[in-house]
């Protein structure tokens, strides 16, 4: 019933940049956050950045400063400009999106498949 496609994950150099793109395709009536989660090897998932419907944002400290979240609401798409790489970058990136079915009668969080950015020292 819904999809979240991302793209734009890869292998980089630090320093360097990056951009990640998030999708939402389906029966979709109303989506509220839209964010981005990573994961490394070992560790748990942890929030990197979120975007509200309104705009409001939401970054880990980790990223503040060079890593940017923006969304389209009417392409139901959110992105993930990343500048200034670290290897610490290196993990899983997964989209996430609090959204609501027309089917629904109150929104659901739905996942992406996960892209895999890897940045090198």
Not at 35 to 52: D, N, S
């Amino acid at each position: 019933q819904v999809q979240l496609v991302e793209s734009g994950g890869g292998l980089v150099q630090a320093g360097g940049s990056l951009r990640l793109s998030c999708a939402a395709s389906g029966s979709i009536f109303s989506i509220n956050a839209m964010g981005w989660y990573r994961q490394a090897p070992g560790k748990q998932r942890e929030l990197v950045a979120a975007i509200t419907s309104s705009g409001s944002t939401n970054y880990a400290d980790s990223v503040k400063g060079r890593f940017t979240i923006s969304r389209d609401n009417a392409k139901n798409t959110v992105h993930l400009q990343m500048n200034s790489l670290k290897p610490e970058d290196t993990a899983v990136y997964y989209c996430n999106a609090d959204l609501r079915l027309w089917i629904a009668t109150r929104p659901s969080a739905y996942w992406g498949q996960g892209t895999q950015v890897t940045v090198s020292s």
